[in-house]
């Protein structure tokens, strides 16, 4: 499984990734954040054959770009079930605070907890973890997790916009991502990549230490 990240939104720093199977050439698109050609020529640079456009939630910093990459390529556009309604909303998706024409096409496949998508001889794992907005995802394949805003190097997802809720969103990552291997390499919406046993440790909310 190859993977490279874009910083196409700096003033957000969202991480956009394009994940894809070096055999069979498949990839996923996560979080397009804005409509930069960048992300379409790189699809088009590395031959990639696109499957899937997934929002590991419905915020605006990422699924600006959603309109962009769909209009160019055939692949659905995925989100969590809970998520989904609000995906086209302005106010809900928070794009009102920054750019207020920014809206999505509505998904084409809603996930749920568990669901697993194909990508060449790779299956992706969809990790539910509300609490950061309610359909809040993770995506978990070959040892990466893409954690979109639940987990950060030393840090969660804010708590305080709307959908958000403080103990659902340490139970998700405690129950859920905590139970995962140590070893697993965490990719972040935001910020730099970090593992499941670094952030056991070391987060300051729901590490070892948050506990002292
Ligand atoms: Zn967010
Ligand atoms: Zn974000």
């Known amino acids: 499984m190859k993977y490279k990240v874009y910083n196409v939104l700096p003033e957000f720093g969202t991480n956009t990734y394009l994940v894809w199977d070096e055999n069979s050439r498949q990839a996923m698109m996560i979080d397009p954040a804005a409509p930069d050609r960048i992300l379409l020529e790189e699809i088009k640079n590395l031959k990639l054959d696109l499957k899937y456009i997934i929002n590991t939630h419905r915020h605006g ?3 600006a770009g959603n309109q962009l990459i769909k209009d160019s390529f055939p692949a659905p556009l995925c989100i969590h079930k809970d998520d989904a309604a609000k995906l086209t909303d302005v106010k809900l998706n928070l ?18 907890d568990g669901n697993m998508i194909t990508l060449g001889s790779y299956e992706v794992i969809v ?18 997790l893409f954690s979109g805003d639940s987990l950060f190097s030393k840090g969660i997802g804010r708590t305080d916009l709307p959908g958000g809720n403080y103990e659902m969103l340490v139970s998700s990552i405690k129950d859920k991502l905590f139970k995962l291997p140590d070893e697993t390499i965490v990719l972040p919406g935001h910020g730099p990549e970090t593992t499941i046993k670094k952030e056991k440790r070391e987060n300051p909310f729901v590490g070892l230490d948050a506990r002292l």
């Open 61 to 63: 910093d990422h699924i």
């Open 95 to 112: 794009s009102e605070f920054w750019n207020a024409d920014i809206v999505s096409p509505p998904a084409d496949v809603l996930l749920e």
């Open 127 to 144: 990790i539910h973890t509300p609490g950061h907005t309610q359909g809040g995802i993770c995506l978990l394949v070959e040892g990466l």
